[in-house]
Protein backbone atom coordinates (compact mmCIF):
# COMPACT_ATOMS: atom_id res chain seq x y z
CA UNK A 1 0.00 0.00 0.00
CA UNK A 2 1.54 3.32 -0.81
CA UNK A 3 2.10 6.09 1.60
CA UNK A 4 1.17 9.41 0.22
CA UNK A 5 3.72 12.39 0.66
CA UNK A 6 3.37 15.80 -0.69
CA UNK A 7 5.06 16.53 -3.95
CA UNK A 8 7.37 19.31 -2.62
CA UNK A 9 8.34 18.90 0.88
CA UNK A 10 9.92 22.17 1.15
CA UNK A 11 9.57 25.87 0.28
CA UNK A 12 13.23 25.24 -1.95
CA UNK A 13 11.73 22.46 -3.51
CA UNK A 14 9.23 24.35 -4.78
CA UNK A 15 11.55 27.39 -5.69
CA UNK A 16 13.60 25.42 -7.46
CA UNK A 17 10.64 23.68 -9.73
CA UNK A 18 8.98 27.31 -10.32
CA UNK A 19 12.51 28.59 -11.15
CA UNK A 20 13.05 25.69 -14.14
CA UNK A 21 9.66 26.12 -15.32
CA UNK A 22 9.98 29.80 -15.60
CA UNK A 23 13.13 29.14 -18.05
CA UNK A 24 11.04 27.11 -20.06
CA UNK A 25 8.04 29.36 -20.19
CA UNK A 26 10.44 31.94 -21.20
CA UNK A 27 12.17 29.94 -24.17
CA UNK A 28 8.54 28.80 -24.97
CA UNK A 29 7.66 32.29 -25.68
CA UNK A 30 10.73 33.26 -27.57
CA UNK A 31 9.98 30.25 -29.56
CA UNK A 32 6.30 31.59 -30.20
CA UNK A 33 7.84 34.82 -30.81
CA UNK A 34 10.20 33.83 -33.38
CA UNK A 35 7.32 32.06 -35.18
CA UNK A 36 5.22 35.59 -35.41
CA UNK A 37 7.97 37.15 -36.83
CA UNK A 38 8.28 34.79 -39.66
CA UNK A 39 4.20 34.85 -39.81
CA UNK A 40 4.42 38.64 -40.15
CA UNK A 41 7.62 38.85 -41.82
CA UNK A 42 5.49 40.44 -44.93
CA UNK A 43 2.24 41.85 -45.44
CA UNK A 44 0.94 38.70 -46.41
CA UNK A 45 1.44 35.01 -45.91
CA UNK A 46 0.49 31.32 -46.89
CA UNK A 47 -0.99 29.32 -44.04
CA UNK A 48 -2.29 25.82 -43.52
CA UNK A 49 -5.10 25.30 -41.39
CA UNK A 50 -7.88 23.48 -39.90
CA UNK A 51 -11.35 24.42 -39.92
CA UNK A 52 -12.64 24.75 -36.58
CA UNK A 53 -16.23 26.66 -37.07
CA UNK A 54 -17.86 28.08 -39.82
CA UNK A 55 -21.04 30.51 -39.63
CA UNK A 56 -23.33 32.52 -41.19
CA UNK A 57 -23.19 36.59 -41.06
CA UNK A 58 -25.31 39.31 -43.18
CA UNK A 59 -24.30 43.50 -43.30
CA UNK A 60 -26.23 46.37 -44.68
CA UNK A 61 -24.57 48.07 -47.30
CA UNK A 62 -24.39 51.85 -47.69
CA UNK A 63 -27.21 51.30 -50.37
CA UNK A 64 -29.51 49.14 -47.77
CA UNK A 65 -29.10 46.04 -49.59
CA UNK A 66 -28.16 42.80 -47.15
CA UNK A 67 -25.41 40.33 -47.99
CA UNK A 68 -24.55 37.24 -45.74
CA UNK A 69 -20.68 36.12 -45.93
CA UNK A 70 -19.27 33.03 -43.97
CA UNK A 71 -16.44 33.68 -41.19
CA UNK A 72 -14.24 31.02 -40.68
CA UNK A 73 -12.65 29.86 -37.36
CA UNK A 74 -9.35 28.13 -37.96
CA UNK A 75 -6.61 26.77 -36.17
CA UNK A 76 -2.49 26.64 -37.69
CA UNK A 77 -0.12 24.12 -37.84
CA UNK A 78 1.84 26.18 -35.94
CA UNK A 79 -1.12 26.36 -33.31
CA UNK A 80 -2.22 29.57 -33.46
CA UNK A 81 -6.31 30.22 -34.38
CA UNK A 82 -7.54 33.22 -36.04
CA UNK A 83 -10.87 33.94 -37.99
CA UNK A 84 -11.63 35.02 -41.76
CA UNK A 85 -14.32 36.03 -44.02
CA UNK A 86 -14.78 34.57 -47.13
CA UNK A 87 -17.95 34.53 -49.59
CA UNK A 88 -21.07 32.29 -48.42
CA UNK A 89 -20.83 28.92 -49.53
CA UNK A 90 -23.39 25.97 -49.43
CA UNK A 91 -20.19 24.12 -48.49
CA UNK A 92 -19.00 22.80 -45.30
CA UNK A 93 -15.36 23.55 -44.79
CA UNK A 94 -15.83 22.32 -41.04
CA UNK A 95 -12.76 20.09 -40.35
CA UNK A 96 -11.33 20.37 -43.48
CA UNK A 97 -7.49 21.48 -43.94
CA UNK A 98 -7.72 24.82 -46.01
CA UNK A 99 -4.40 26.54 -47.68
CA UNK A 100 -4.32 30.09 -47.00
CA UNK A 101 -3.19 33.60 -47.87
CA UNK A 102 -3.64 35.98 -44.92
CA UNK A 103 -2.98 39.75 -44.66
CA UNK A 104 -0.40 39.46 -41.35
CA UNK A 105 0.93 43.10 -41.75
CA UNK A 106 -1.45 44.61 -38.46
CA UNK A 107 -0.96 41.39 -36.45
CA UNK A 108 0.38 42.31 -32.85
CA UNK A 109 2.01 39.62 -30.63
CA UNK A 110 -0.76 39.55 -28.38
CA UNK A 111 -3.28 38.83 -30.93
CA UNK A 112 -1.24 36.00 -32.53
CA UNK A 113 -1.09 34.36 -28.85
CA UNK A 114 -4.84 35.30 -28.59
CA UNK A 115 -6.12 34.82 -31.90
CA UNK A 116 -7.05 37.41 -34.67
CA UNK A 117 -8.89 37.91 -37.41
CA UNK A 118 -7.43 38.81 -40.86
CA UNK A 119 -8.70 39.34 -44.21
CA UNK A 120 -7.86 36.48 -46.75
CA UNK A 121 -8.76 34.14 -49.24
CA UNK A 122 -8.50 30.39 -49.84
CA UNK A 123 -5.80 28.79 -52.25
CA UNK A 124 -6.91 25.08 -51.82
CA UNK A 125 -9.76 22.55 -50.05
CA UNK A 126 -8.07 19.33 -48.91
CA UNK A 127 -10.27 16.03 -46.42
CA UNK A 128 -9.19 15.75 -43.53
CA UNK A 129 -9.40 12.12 -41.86
CA UNK A 130 -11.87 13.78 -39.04
CA UNK A 131 -14.22 15.47 -42.09
CA UNK A 132 -14.14 12.01 -43.30
CA UNK A 133 -15.42 10.67 -39.82
CA UNK A 134 -17.89 13.73 -39.44
CA UNK A 135 -19.36 12.54 -42.65
CA UNK A 136 -19.45 8.53 -42.13
CA UNK A 137 -21.37 9.57 -38.86
CA UNK A 138 -23.84 12.13 -41.08
CA UNK A 139 -24.74 9.22 -43.43
CA UNK A 140 -26.11 7.30 -40.34
CA UNK A 141 -28.33 10.11 -38.94
CA UNK A 142 -31.23 12.12 -40.40
CA UNK A 143 -31.36 15.40 -38.51
CA UNK A 144 -28.72 17.24 -38.80
CA UNK A 145 -28.52 18.73 -35.56
CA UNK A 146 -28.68 14.93 -33.94
CA UNK A 147 -25.23 14.56 -36.69
CA UNK A 148 -23.72 17.72 -35.26
CA UNK A 149 -24.37 16.32 -31.81
CA UNK A 150 -22.30 13.21 -32.34
CA UNK A 151 -19.30 15.02 -34.45
CA UNK A 152 -18.78 17.41 -31.28
CA UNK A 153 -18.88 14.07 -29.48
CA UNK A 154 -16.18 12.38 -31.13
CA UNK A 155 -14.56 14.86 -33.36
CA UNK A 156 -14.57 18.13 -31.03
CA UNK A 157 -16.33 19.75 -34.26
CA UNK A 158 -17.92 22.63 -32.08
CA UNK A 159 -21.92 22.95 -32.05
CA UNK A 160 -23.83 25.54 -34.07
CA UNK A 161 -24.90 29.04 -31.70
CA UNK A 162 -28.41 27.54 -31.97
CA UNK A 163 -27.50 24.14 -30.20
CA UNK A 164 -24.83 25.22 -27.85
CA UNK A 165 -27.70 27.73 -26.53
CA UNK A 166 -30.43 24.96 -25.72
CA UNK A 167 -27.80 22.95 -24.35
CA UNK A 168 -26.59 25.59 -21.86
CA UNK A 169 -29.66 26.38 -21.02
CA UNK A 170 -30.39 22.84 -19.38
CA UNK A 171 -26.79 23.48 -18.13
CA UNK A 172 -25.54 20.74 -20.25
CA UNK A 173 -23.05 22.32 -22.41
CA UNK A 174 -19.97 20.76 -20.58
CA UNK A 175 -21.48 17.18 -22.07
CA UNK A 176 -21.27 17.83 -25.68
CA UNK A 177 -17.66 19.69 -25.91
CA UNK A 178 -15.10 17.06 -25.59
CA UNK A 179 -13.13 17.42 -22.06
CA UNK A 180 -11.61 15.55 -19.21
CA UNK A 181 -14.97 14.41 -18.44
CA UNK A 182 -15.31 12.29 -21.61
CA UNK A 183 -11.56 11.33 -21.32
CA UNK A 184 -12.16 9.48 -18.05
CA UNK A 185 -14.77 8.27 -19.21
CA UNK A 186 -12.91 6.55 -22.15
CA UNK A 187 -9.86 5.48 -19.72
CA UNK A 188 -11.96 3.74 -17.84
CA UNK A 189 -13.52 1.51 -20.39
CA UNK A 190 -10.06 1.07 -22.27
CA UNK A 191 -9.11 0.14 -18.48
CA UNK A 192 -12.35 -2.37 -18.44
CA UNK A 193 -12.03 -3.98 -22.07
CA UNK A 194 -7.84 -4.01 -21.64
CA UNK A 195 -7.69 -5.49 -18.31
CA UNK A 196 -9.49 -9.31 -18.65
CA UNK A 197 -7.37 -10.12 -21.98
CA UNK A 198 -3.92 -8.61 -20.61
CA UNK A 199 -4.85 -10.92 -17.58
CA UNK A 200 -5.29 -14.17 -19.51
CA UNK A 201 -1.50 -13.32 -21.66
CA UNK A 202 -0.46 -12.91 -18.66
CA UNK A 203 -1.16 -15.74 -16.34
CA UNK A 204 0.39 -17.71 -19.65
CA UNK A 205 3.27 -15.98 -20.80
CA UNK A 206 4.89 -12.63 -18.87
CA UNK A 207 3.95 -13.37 -15.05
CA UNK A 208 6.94 -11.12 -14.01
CA UNK A 209 5.10 -8.18 -15.60
CA UNK A 210 3.03 -5.05 -13.69
CA UNK A 211 -0.45 -5.52 -14.91
CA UNK A 212 -1.04 -1.65 -14.16
CA UNK A 213 1.67 0.14 -15.79
CA UNK A 214 1.22 -1.92 -19.05
CA UNK A 215 -2.33 -1.32 -19.43
CA UNK A 216 -1.58 2.51 -18.11
CA UNK A 217 0.93 2.64 -21.25
CA UNK A 218 -1.45 0.93 -23.40
CA UNK A 219 -4.23 2.80 -22.53
CA UNK A 220 -2.04 6.43 -22.78
CA UNK A 221 -0.76 5.63 -26.27
CA UNK A 222 -4.58 5.34 -27.46
CA UNK A 223 -5.62 8.60 -25.92
CA UNK A 224 -2.52 10.59 -26.82
CA UNK A 225 -3.46 9.34 -30.89
CA UNK A 226 -7.22 10.23 -30.01
CA UNK A 227 -5.73 13.48 -28.71
CA UNK A 228 -3.38 14.47 -31.61
CA UNK A 229 -6.17 13.17 -34.12
CA UNK A 230 -8.87 15.71 -32.92
CA UNK A 231 -5.77 18.61 -32.81
CA UNK A 232 -5.92 18.71 -29.02
CA UNK A 233 -8.29 21.08 -27.49
CA UNK A 234 -7.21 22.72 -24.46
CA UNK A 235 -9.73 20.63 -22.21
CA UNK A 236 -8.30 17.62 -23.30
CA UNK A 237 -5.37 18.21 -23.42
CA UNK A 238 -5.41 19.16 -19.71
CA UNK A 239 -6.44 16.10 -18.89
CA UNK A 240 -4.17 13.89 -20.60
CA UNK A 241 -1.45 16.08 -19.00
CA UNK A 242 -3.18 15.03 -15.31
CA UNK A 243 -3.75 11.72 -16.54
CA UNK A 244 -0.24 10.97 -16.69
CA UNK A 245 0.91 13.07 -13.93
CA UNK A 246 -1.43 11.82 -11.37
CA UNK A 247 -0.46 7.93 -12.79
CA UNK A 248 3.39 8.74 -12.35
CA UNK A 249 2.65 10.94 -8.72
CA UNK A 250 0.88 7.84 -7.57
CA UNK A 251 3.28 5.17 -8.82
CA UNK A 252 5.90 6.62 -6.76
CA UNK A 253 3.89 6.84 -3.46
CA UNK A 254 3.02 10.14 -3.95
CA UNK A 255 -0.31 12.22 -2.90
CA UNK A 256 -2.45 12.60 -6.05
CA UNK A 257 -5.55 14.38 -4.32
CA UNK A 258 -3.51 17.49 -3.87
CA UNK A 259 -3.37 20.89 -4.78
CA UNK A 260 -0.20 20.35 -5.79
CA UNK A 261 -1.02 18.22 -8.86
CA UNK A 262 -3.57 20.43 -10.24
CA UNK A 263 -1.00 23.36 -9.62
CA UNK A 264 1.93 20.95 -11.37
CA UNK A 265 -0.27 20.11 -14.25
CA UNK A 266 -0.96 23.81 -15.22
CA UNK A 267 2.40 25.15 -15.08
CA UNK A 268 3.92 22.85 -16.84
CA UNK A 269 1.27 23.22 -20.04
CA UNK A 270 1.57 26.82 -19.61
CA UNK A 271 5.43 27.05 -19.60
CA UNK A 272 5.02 24.53 -22.51
CA UNK A 273 2.05 26.10 -24.19
CA UNK A 274 1.72 29.96 -22.65
CA UNK A 275 -1.61 30.65 -25.43
CA UNK A 276 -3.48 28.20 -23.43
CA UNK A 277 -3.27 30.84 -20.63
CA UNK A 278 -5.79 32.13 -23.17
CA UNK A 279 -8.35 29.45 -23.63
CA UNK A 280 -11.63 29.53 -21.71
CA UNK A 281 -12.01 25.85 -22.23
CA UNK A 282 -8.92 25.10 -20.66
CA UNK A 283 -9.66 27.38 -17.24
CA UNK A 284 -12.89 25.63 -16.86
CA UNK A 285 -11.68 21.96 -16.90
CA UNK A 286 -9.07 23.02 -14.54
CA UNK A 287 -11.85 24.88 -12.22
CA UNK A 288 -14.11 21.77 -12.31
CA UNK A 289 -11.07 19.78 -11.25
CA UNK A 290 -10.02 22.49 -8.00
CA UNK A 291 -13.75 22.32 -7.06
CA UNK A 292 -13.69 18.36 -6.71
CA UNK A 293 -10.09 18.27 -5.42
CA UNK A 294 -11.84 21.13 -2.61
CA UNK A 295 -14.08 18.54 -1.17
CA UNK A 296 -12.18 15.19 -1.79
CA UNK A 297 -9.56 17.17 0.77
CA UNK A 298 -11.78 18.88 2.89
CA UNK A 299 -14.32 15.89 3.15
CA UNK A 300 -12.19 13.09 3.41
CA UNK A 301 -13.40 11.90 6.52
CA UNK A 302 -16.69 11.04 4.32
CA UNK A 303 -16.59 7.52 3.25
CA UNK A 304 -16.69 6.72 -1.01
CA UNK A 305 -20.22 6.06 -1.40
CA UNK A 306 -20.99 9.44 -0.06
CA UNK A 307 -18.22 11.44 -1.74
CA UNK A 308 -19.51 9.33 -4.76
CA UNK A 309 -22.93 10.85 -4.57
CA UNK A 310 -22.41 13.93 -3.32
CA UNK A 311 -19.44 15.23 -5.91
CA UNK A 312 -22.04 15.82 -8.67
CA UNK A 313 -24.37 17.86 -6.56
CA UNK A 314 -21.14 19.92 -5.21
CA UNK A 315 -19.88 20.35 -8.85
CA UNK A 316 -23.34 21.73 -10.24
CA UNK A 317 -23.39 23.77 -7.59
CA UNK A 318 -19.73 25.36 -7.68
CA UNK A 319 -19.54 25.87 -10.65
CA UNK A 320 -22.60 27.22 -11.48
CA UNK A 321 -21.47 31.11 -11.22
CA UNK A 322 -19.25 30.70 -14.21
CA UNK A 323 -21.82 28.89 -16.01
CA UNK A 324 -24.16 31.54 -15.67
CA UNK A 325 -21.46 34.33 -16.10
CA UNK A 326 -20.12 33.09 -19.44
CA UNK A 327 -23.50 32.04 -21.14
CA UNK A 328 -26.23 33.64 -18.54
CA UNK A 329 -28.73 30.87 -19.51
CA UNK A 330 -30.96 29.11 -17.42
CA UNK A 331 -34.11 27.35 -16.86
CA UNK A 332 -36.36 25.18 -14.49
CA UNK A 333 -34.68 22.24 -16.02
CA UNK A 334 -30.79 23.34 -15.48
CA UNK A 335 -30.51 21.47 -12.08
CA UNK A 336 -31.51 18.13 -13.91
CA UNK A 337 -27.90 18.46 -15.30
CA UNK A 338 -26.70 16.44 -12.02
CA UNK A 339 -28.79 13.70 -13.15
CA UNK A 340 -28.37 13.94 -16.98
CA UNK A 341 -24.45 14.26 -16.30
CA UNK A 342 -24.42 10.98 -14.51
CA UNK A 343 -26.75 8.95 -17.17
CA UNK A 344 -23.89 10.05 -19.95
CA UNK A 345 -21.40 8.08 -18.64
CA UNK A 346 -23.78 5.56 -19.50
CA UNK A 347 -25.26 7.04 -22.49
CA UNK A 348 -21.34 8.08 -24.12
CA UNK A 349 -20.12 4.75 -24.61
CA UNK A 350 -23.12 3.39 -25.58
CA UNK A 351 -23.37 5.48 -28.53
CA UNK A 352 -19.75 5.04 -29.64
CA UNK A 353 -20.96 0.65 -29.73
CA UNK A 354 -23.93 1.42 -31.47
CA UNK A 355 -21.78 3.68 -34.28
CA UNK A 356 -19.73 0.66 -34.76
CA UNK A 357 -22.58 -1.74 -35.46
CA UNK A 358 -24.46 0.65 -36.79
CA UNK A 359 -27.56 1.02 -34.97
CA UNK A 360 -26.71 5.04 -34.37
CA UNK A 361 -30.17 5.81 -34.84
CA UNK A 362 -31.39 3.86 -31.65
CA UNK A 363 -30.89 7.05 -29.06
CA UNK A 364 -31.81 10.15 -31.54
CA UNK A 365 -34.98 10.47 -29.91
CA UNK A 366 -33.19 11.18 -26.39
CA UNK A 367 -30.83 13.41 -28.13
CA UNK A 368 -34.04 15.15 -29.70
CA UNK A 369 -36.22 15.00 -26.41
CA UNK A 370 -32.78 17.24 -24.19
CA UNK A 371 -33.38 19.54 -27.87
CA UNK A 372 -36.93 20.34 -27.39
CA UNK A 373 -36.30 21.21 -23.77
CA UNK A 374 -33.57 23.61 -24.11
CA UNK A 375 -36.05 25.78 -25.96
CA UNK A 376 -36.98 26.90 -22.79
CA UNK A 377 -34.91 29.38 -21.50
CA UNK A 378 -34.94 32.76 -19.39
CA UNK A 379 -30.99 35.03 -19.34
CA UNK A 380 -29.78 35.50 -15.54
CA UNK A 381 -27.37 37.73 -14.93
CA UNK A 382 -24.67 37.91 -12.33
CA UNK A 383 -22.52 40.93 -11.76
CA UNK A 384 -18.82 40.82 -12.02
CA UNK A 385 -18.36 41.87 -8.50
CA UNK A 386 -19.63 38.97 -7.09
CA UNK A 387 -18.24 36.70 -9.08
CA UNK A 388 -14.92 37.88 -8.38
CA UNK A 389 -15.77 37.92 -4.54
CA UNK A 390 -16.53 34.05 -5.06
CA UNK A 391 -13.38 33.37 -6.81
CA UNK A 392 -11.16 35.02 -3.94
CA UNK A 393 -13.20 33.04 -1.18
CA UNK A 394 -12.25 29.66 -3.61
CA UNK A 395 -8.63 30.34 -3.19
CA UNK A 396 -8.83 31.01 0.48
CA UNK A 397 -11.06 27.64 0.42
CA UNK A 398 -7.40 26.11 0.01
CA UNK A 399 -6.04 27.03 3.43
CA UNK A 400 -9.48 26.82 5.71
CA UNK A 401 -12.91 25.61 5.37
CA UNK A 402 -14.57 28.34 6.06
CA UNK A 403 -14.22 29.84 3.49
CA UNK A 404 -14.97 26.87 1.00
CA UNK A 405 -18.32 26.46 3.42
CA UNK A 406 -18.69 30.50 2.61
CA UNK A 407 -17.78 30.27 -1.24
CA UNK A 408 -20.59 26.80 -1.35
CA UNK A 409 -23.41 29.54 0.79
CA UNK A 410 -22.76 32.04 -2.09
CA UNK A 411 -23.17 29.18 -4.57
CA UNK A 412 -26.57 28.21 -3.32
CA UNK A 413 -27.82 31.68 -2.65
CA UNK A 414 -26.94 32.33 -6.75
CA UNK A 415 -28.93 29.68 -7.72
CA UNK A 416 -31.69 30.11 -5.51
CA UNK A 417 -30.85 33.72 -7.32
CA UNK A 418 -31.41 32.20 -10.68
CA UNK A 419 -34.63 29.91 -9.70
CA UNK A 420 -36.27 32.82 -8.96
CA UNK A 421 -35.29 34.87 -11.57
CA UNK A 422 -37.14 32.24 -13.85
CA UNK A 423 -40.36 31.58 -12.41
Not at 212 to 241: E, H, K, M, N, Q
Not at 286 to 307: D, M, R, T
Not at 385 to 401: A, D, E, P, Q, V
Amino acid sequence: MHKEVLLFKTSRDFFIFLSALFLLFTYSLLIEFNNYKKLTQFDSNIVEATVLKQYTKTKLSTRGKTSSYDILKLKSKKGFSFYMGVKSSRENLVAKNLTLQIKTKKIHFLDYMKGFYSPGFILKIEESKRHKLNTYISSMHKDKNISAIYQALYTATPLSKELQQNFSNLGISHLFAISGFHLGVLSGLLFFLLKYPYSFFQNKFFLYRNATLDIFIFVSIILFSYLTFLDSPASLLRAFTMFIIAFVIYDRGLKVISMQTLLLTVLLLLAFLPRLFFELGFWLSVSGVFYIFLFLIHFKHLSKFWQFILVPFWVYFLMLPYSLSIFSNFSLYHPLSIIWSGLFTLFYPLSIFLHLINYAWLLDEILQILIDLGETQKSVHIEFGWIITYMFFSFLSIFRKRFLLLSATLALFIFIYSVNQVT
